[in-house]
């Protein structure tokens, strides 16, 4: 998943950058543009704002943007899986579409990584001192 943001809020377009470091590509490469005005032609553009009509409401976690825009990057990308994802797929979509659990259990296996390293960053520096 390739995302952009343009927003015209100094203050989002940093958080974005924290945000989805790992994610960051150029317009020209991306799979989703954030942006912080809605945008009428772009099937890419994922519209944060305070409005009704937001894809995602401020104010959000980093979490919540990452769900969002992973959901979002599904419908945009349907074919985008390897064929073994895509057969676990179909059969979850024979069920309850809110017992779908992929992303979450995606995120969480990314958010236990993350927190690993920071805690192994931080007994290395400790110890460097």
């Keep these: 998943m390739k995302i952009a943001a343009q927003c015209s809020s100094p203050l989002l377009q940093k958080s974005l950058e924290l945000f989805l470091d790992k994610h960051l590509s150029s317009y020209n490469k991306c799979d989703i543009v954030v942006r912080d005005e809605p945008c009428l032609n772009d099937e890419r553009c994922f519209y944060i704002s305070s409005d009704e009509k937001a894809d995602l409401k401020k104010p959000f976690s980093k979490s919540q943007l990452i769900l969002a825009l992973e959901k979002r990057y599904a419908i945009l990308n349907p074919q985008s899986d390897s064929d073994s994802d895509s057969v676990s797929e179909d059969s979850s979509q024979t069920q309850d579409p809110a017992m779908d659990f992929t992303i979450l259990e995606k995120r969480i ?13 931080a007994v290395k520096a400790f110890y460097e001192k």
Excluded: D, M, V
Aim: no cysteine.
């Design 109 to 121: 296996e990314s958010l236990t990584q993350e927190y690993q390293s920071n805690i192994i960053r």
